[in-house]
């Protein structure tokens, strides 16, 4: 394997948004996170990474054909794994469930959509064919979390699934996952707030530089701010997050660090 791609099995190597309207989304994220756009040669639908000035930050697609029509728009994480095959074994093993695949995808990748005991969704893929991601800069991905329905479940799936190390803040609950001792995502119970029939999902978190305007600007542009901003210590750190929705329902977090 790439020496390169081989640091990276384990870790969260890229996100993207399945909407069926991709025009319509296009429009509301260059708005909002300032992204442009190249569009990506895919065998199945219409596909576009998006870009700031740092490099690429995400991928687009359309849930066209072949698509259940129920399907809700939705950002999707994808962790590399070394065996895309294996993975999905493991995960059945582990008490979740294989949704689609695996798969060739792109030139000389290879992808399944898993489900997690607690039916959290999420990706894992192998092989060449993603860009490098930008990561915790302005419009970038700058963290991700579980939100589930089962935490002890949640957790053991995902130490057995992938050797994430999990720390849990004996205060909060909240559960950090660790590999190699650098930070992969976070987990946490379903907060009460969040209606009953959300189901258990991964938020992904994208950085902005000014939280509040950017949540009026996802309002002005036919979204909905679902957690107003809030400042939250994090890693010692005071910094202001919030939770939206574009116009299609794809859920999404913002995260604003401290100037």
Known sequence: ????????????????????????????????LGWGYSQVDAPVATYYTATTDDGAVAGLRELGSGVAPETPAAWMIYVRVESVDDAAARAVLSGGAVVAGPVDVGSGARSAVLADPADAVFSVISGQGLPEMVRATPGAVVGCENLTRDLSSSLHFYRDMFGWVAKTNLDTGYVTFELHGDEVGG????????????????????????CRETCDSVVALGGNVGMRPRVFEVADLAVMMAVAEDPSGAVFGLLQHPA
């Open 1 to 32: 394997m790439n020496p390169l791609l081989a640091s990276r099995v384990g870790f969260v190597d890229w996100v993207d948004l399945g909407t069926p309207d991709i025009a319509g989304a296009l429009h509301f994220y260059r708005e909002v």
């Open 187 to 210: 987990l946490m119970a379903m907060p009460g707030e969040v209606p009953a029939e959300a189901p258990s999902h991964w938020l992904v978190y994208f950085a902005t530089s000014n």
